[in-house]
């Protein structure tokens, strides 16, 4: 193992370290959120624009998943179909109201949002959106960053009912290259998929306690055809992506 991917592998095991006590209590209250919301038949939704989109794939019909969340996932918001006009489309108003009209959010709703900086347009009109349907918003953010750029403008971490600080430093990298002044190495992914899944996985135990956890197996388990066939006829009608 070179020097590099010690340092980076070094450098995202202790921020998840840290992060298993600091985000404890947080953490706690977006499963309690999240349970109440499952066991009301409601649905957990999950945006992100840029490479935040990818929380919303991580746990759209993923194995060992949940069946009630559903992704928001529009491709100008993403990367596949022009990552520069992505970046522009993230940061301009208004657009986001029209892109989840289409899912049919609901009072009683959750929808996580992530954005490590956490000051663009779309992430704060999509909180904002929720609170007006009654849904309540559970934000993925860096405060560290959001607060370093802010300049006046909203923060996610100021709208959200729950705020998951993911404690990374502006910029996301976290790995300096000697002599360039170039930091490699982003970590907001690996971080939020891991906060994503350890929440979802006690919201399914909870669930699990009264023979209710409606968890997906992988396709190449026993019984996975029948389990999942059932899941999907379920929740499709309110997950335009099943």
């Not at 995202?12 to 006590?21: A, M």
């Not at 490479?51 to 969340?69: I, P």
């Not at 996610?156 to 009912?161: G, I, R, Y």
Request: net charge negative.
């Amino acid at each position: 193992m070179t020097d590099i991917t010690d340092a980076y592998f070094s450098n995202l095991i202790g921020r998840l370290e840290t992060l298993k006590q600091a985000l404890a209590e947080p953490m706690a209250q977006a499963a309690s959120v999240i349970l109440d919301t499952a066991r009301g038949d409601k649905r957990v939704y999950v945006f992100g624009t840029g490479h935040s989109h990818m929380l919303a794939e991580e746990v759209h019909y993923r194995a060992g998943g949940l069946a009630f969340t559903v992704p928001v996932l529009v491709g100008s918001a993403m990367l596949h179909e022009g990552a520069v006009i992505s970046s522009v489309y993230e940061r301009t108003q208004g657009l986001v109201r029209p892109m989840l009209e289409r899912y049919g959010m609901q009072p009683g709703d959750v929808i996580i949002i992530a954005s490590n900086s956490g000051v663009n347009a779309a992430p704060i009109e999509a909180a904002d959106y929720a609170h007006e349907i009654g849904a309540k918003v559970i934000a993925i953010t860096s405060i560290a960053y959001s607060s370093a750029i802010a300049n006046g403008r909203r923060r996610l971490a100021e709208v959200a009912d729950i705020v998951l600080d993911n404690g990374l430093p502006p910029g996301d990298a976290v790995v300096d290259l000697e002599g360039t002044g170039l930091r490699v190495g982003p970590v907001s992914t690996a971080v939020g998929v891991t906060v994503i899944n350890a929440i979802f996985a006690e919201v399914a135990s909870e669930l699990s306690k009264s023979g209710d956890a409606p968890v997906y197996l992988s396709a190449n388990m026993p019984g996975a055809a029948e389990i999942n066939q059932k899941l999907v006829k379920k929740y499709r009608p309110r997950n335009p992506h099943l």
